[in-house]
């Protein structure tokens, strides 16, 4: 029986030329992490269940693929839990591995298991994909990459204060004009937490209170009733939800609002330290907004956090992300070791790129010159040339049938290759090589040394 072919949701095949974008965003991305002083890893694709579950929020910890037992520990099954009732311990115990949901939670569990051979600060990057059980949607897939950058064991803010810079060099070297990077501090959100009787519900609060922009301030009250939160508390959040000004009126605004709690007050005087170090160096092609109703759902974040969204002319959710996370190395063993760190969401990205007709068309070129196939004579001939284009980085090939011209020359029309070689007898007998300009349509007869030169 013939199977349909088609793939699963959520996940994508890639074409040459899409790849070929891809690689433009990574390796942009790749050379300003590299810039910054960041060290590169990689991590398995897959962690034991324990690693990852617990670190993401309730709402996370569902958005995780389990990998279903194999073998002999099926047997291990709790079918006793099954009996009970007890769905979410029984399908635990079916599975002992998950697919990784970010790249934070293994970087942590990688420093605790390697701290006596890493020399802290340690500043890392890390671009792999990871797995989500979201709904598949435009710039939301279930297979996807991050290209993250942290630096553990340090609480300096300059840290902060480098992230956006980073932030700014890369999209600046993409020419992505208007993009905002967004910020705000855990602290405040605890603050404000304190203020409206919510310390206890602070999880839920933030998580609510991360979804103002997908489903409005209406249903996020609405959310916060339903999680416990009282009326009378929510209704101390309005002056959040009106604040307006620029970035030192808001902070100045929330001041006063904060008065009373030590801890808000100090997520203001970080995010302070931040805005007039920014002020003070300049951004490039982006700007840093305060947005005191920024959360980030995700439980281990401390203090500052990051969103970046894309120029207001395209609908696309956040193209990156990240903050402050004081002690996620404390749940693997390795106490009292701050972490910071951002993520750029390379598929969101290269939406906007394509949106906006950013990629560079060159990028596009796999194939530079195509040696045309006449026979085994002249093929044998043209192999000397194709080893030397090969060797300076060239790419180059060969036809592999003698067809006829018309049809090789399609071939190289459809594939974008900008030169062509072509040789017979009389460019044998002279030792030199025809090469066709595509894109001019002009001829020119060569030594291999004037080939090289002119198509380099």
Known sequence: MVSKPRISKGTRDFSPKQLANRDYIFSTIKSNFKKFGFQPI?????????????????????LIFKILNSGDKVKKADLQ???????????????????RYDLTVPFARYVAQYQNDIVFPFKRYQIQPVW??????????????????????????????????????????????????????????AGIAELIGAQDKLID??????????????????????????????????????????????????????????????????????????????????????????ARGLNYYTGAIFEVSAPATVQMGSIGGGGRYDDLTGIFGLKDVSGVGISFGLDRIYLVLEELNLFPSHKSISTKVLFINFGTEESLYCLKAIALLRSKFIATELYPDPAKLKKQMIYCNKREIPFVVMVGASEIEQNKYMLKDMLLGEQKLLTLEELTELVL
């Open 132 to 189: 989500r059980a979201d709904r598949p949607q435009k710039g939301r897939f279930q297979e996807f990459y991050q290209c993250d950058a942290d630096v553990v064991g340090s609480k300096s803010l300059w840290q902060e204060v480098e992230f956006i810079q980073l932030y700014d060099a890369v999209f600046t070297d993409l020419n992505l004009q208007g993009v905002t990077i967004k910020i705000n501090n855990r602290k405040i959100l």
């Open 42 to 62: 990689e991590t398995p694709s897959f962690e034991l269940s324990e690693t990852l579950l617990g670190k993401y929020g309730e709402e996370g910890d569902r």
């Open 81 to 99: 839990a099954l009996t009970d009732g007890n769905l979410s311990k029984f399908s635990n115990s079916l599975t002992e591995k998950a697919l």
């Open 205 to 294: 609060f933030t998580v609510a209170l991360d979804k103002l922009d997908k489903i409005g301030e209406a249903k996020v009250k609405d959310e916060m009733l339903a999680k416990g939160i009282s009326a009378d508390g929510i209704s101390k959040l309005q002056p959040l939800f009106n604040l307006s000004g620029n970035f030192n009126d808001q902070l100045q605004s929330l001041k006063s609002i904060l008065k009373s709690s030590i801890e808000g007050l100090k997520g203001v005087e970080e995010l302070e330290f931040i805005a007039s170090s920014i002020n003070s160096i300049g951004l490039k092609t982006t700007s840093l907004q305060m947005d005191v109703t920024l």
